[in-house]
């Protein structure tokens, strides 16, 4: 079966600071993969997603950035973090599975920038 | 270009009540439409999806939607609420490529014992 992992669950990053998200999925292959952004009261925001190795299209322009290194493995980054980056980080994956795909997420990093 | 509109960011029912979560949906191409559920600190979980087969579909832990091509709703309904049914409710559609999926607001539903 397919499992997704992001790590770390939480994090509290000062601004300025750097950021490295990671998240990686098991037991399926040429996954699309999927960063949201959930901030407090709102709705999922898409920040990237990737079809394949090192295929990223971005969906907001902003100081964050995404990496697809291996086929299951997707992490986001920052060189410096703002405040307004705080939120709740959910990576997901999807196959086409016939005519259609349907979306998988992981259990989400809560980050909080001070 | 597709996109969801969910009307009522918060729902507050009576337990034993019927639960009735809206979403209205914009597609130029037959949609397929997703309602997924979120539980405080949690990813999101798929409850069910409708992919142009049968217009009732009904998903996990008792919950049913109707496809209504006519009125451009895909609304969320269970006869019966249950206190575990308290979490946030978002509606979603694919384009057909199936490369992205575009979220609805979030509709957060409260069961009053």
């Known amino acids: 079966s397919q499992t997704i992992h992001q790590w770390p669950a939480t994090l509290v990053q000062p601004v300025g600071s750097p950021l490295s998200l990671e998240c990686t999925v098991e037991g399926t292959s040429n996954p699309n993969l999927y960063w949201y952004r959930q901030a407090a009261g709102r709705g999922l925001q898409l920040l990237f997603y990737?079809?394949?190795?090192?295929?990223i299209s971005s969906e907001v322009p902003q100081n964050l950035s995404a990496s697809r290194p291996q086929d299951r493995q997707f992490i986001l980054s920052s060189k410096k973090l703002l405040l307004s980056d705080s939120g709740f980080y959910l990576c997901a994956w999807s196959v086409l599975t016939g005519a259609w795909n349907e979306q998988f997420f992981g259990p989400g990093t809560r980050l909080t920038v001070l | 270009a597709q996109s969801v509109t969910q009307l009522g960011s918060h729902v507050s029912v009576s337990e034993g009540a019927l639960v009735l979560l809206r979403c209205n949906y914009s597609?130029?191409?037959?949609?397929?439409l997703f309602w997924y559920v979120q539980y405080p600190n949690q990813g999101l979980q798929l409850l069910l999806k409708y992919t142009s087969a049968a217009t009732l579909v009904k998903g996990i832990n008792g919950f049913e939607a109707e496809f209504k091509k006519s009125e451009t709703s895909f609304h969320l309904t269970k006869p019966s609420a249950h206190m575990s049914d308290a979490a946030e409710y978002f509606c979603a559609v694919s384009d057909q490529q199936g490369n992205q999926f575009y979220f609805g607001t979030g509709t957060s539903l409260t069961v009053i014992p």
């Open positions: 597609s130029s191409v037959p949609p397929y």
């Open positions: 990737s079809v394949g190795i090192g295929q």
